[in-house]
């Protein structure tokens, strides 16, 4: 016959349980906020700002007077090695010749911006530029690595993308967006016979289960 519990004991082990409850929703709070905060922040940008807010591009064909449109948006102070991508409101500096094959490298490179690649193309070459923001191994790393491309899941074929280098301003348009196997490389290295440029990221954000990919061509390079 099974010994019922005391009011006391029975006092104490739901104190303890409400206690955990709390604590996990806690965890789960501090977990999820990078994610629920960028998603929100997101969606009411769109929601307060135009389209004629955000810095577009043109077709390829269409009068070149729209060049002027393009280099017109204001440059950041830090134009040494910068991002900007007006749709999802990202904005970072960016490490170069960064080792993506050892792990405690990029992870510090990525507290501080997004990381290039090393072995790829810089913006002016010919050949791929190749920028990530990994998530980490655990959820913990990814809310610290992760954030600049929270968002890059946004991004259409057309959408713009700005990058800064020693001092010039490229313009490139996104082309395609895809979700690949978390070991293929094969984007690294991207097109080597014409500019490039590649972002990646883990995916879904806060995993490592596989990777986000969005490719993009210059409209708009320093003459």
């Known amino acids: 016959m099974m ?7 029975a ?6 349980g409400t206690w955990c409850i709390r604590v996990s929703l806690v965890f789960l ?4 906020a990078p994610v629920v905060w960028e998603e929100s ?13 955000i810095p577009t591009l043109f077709s390829l064909d269409a009068p070149k007077t729209k060049v002027s449109e393009l280099q017109s948006i204001d440059p950041p102070v830090d134009t040494d090695f910068r991002i900007r991508i007006p749709k999802i409101n990202a904005d970072s500096h960016v490490v170069a010749d960064v080792d993506w094959q ?5 992870q510090r490179a990525l507290t501080k911006g997004v990381a290039h690649a090393r072995g790829s193309a810089l913006p002016g070459q010919t050949g791929n530029v190749f920028l990530f923001a990994h998530a980490g191994a655990n959820p ?3 809310l610290r690595y992760n954030a600049v491309f929270y968002l890059i899941d946004k991004l259409e074929a057309e959408d713009r993308i700005d990058l800064w280098y020693q001092g010039k301003h490229w313009v490139y ?12 490389v094969s984007y690294l290295n991207g097109d080597s016979t014409k500019p490039t440029l590649t972002l990646m990221t883990c ?5 490592t289960w596989k990777r986000l990919i969005v490719l993009a061509e210059p409209v708009i390079a320093p003459q």
């Not at 006092?11 to 303890?16: A, H, N, T």
């Not at 996104?174 to 070991?183: F, S």
Request: proline share 4%; hydrophobic share 40%.
């Open 11 to 16: 006092s104490l082990l739901e104190r303890v």
């Open 173 to 184: 348009q996104v082309t395609n967006t895809k979700i690949v196997r978390a070991d293929e």
């Open 140 to 142: 913990f790393e990814a």
């Open 41 to 53: 922040r997101y969606y009411v940008m769109q929601l307060l700002r135009t389209t004629a807010d």
């Open 203 to 207: 995916w879904p954000a806060g995993t």
């Open 29 to 32: 709070l501090v977990l999820l």
């Open 102 to 106: 050892d792990s405690r490298v990029y």
């Open 3 to 9: 010994d019922t519990l005391s009011p006391k004991r």
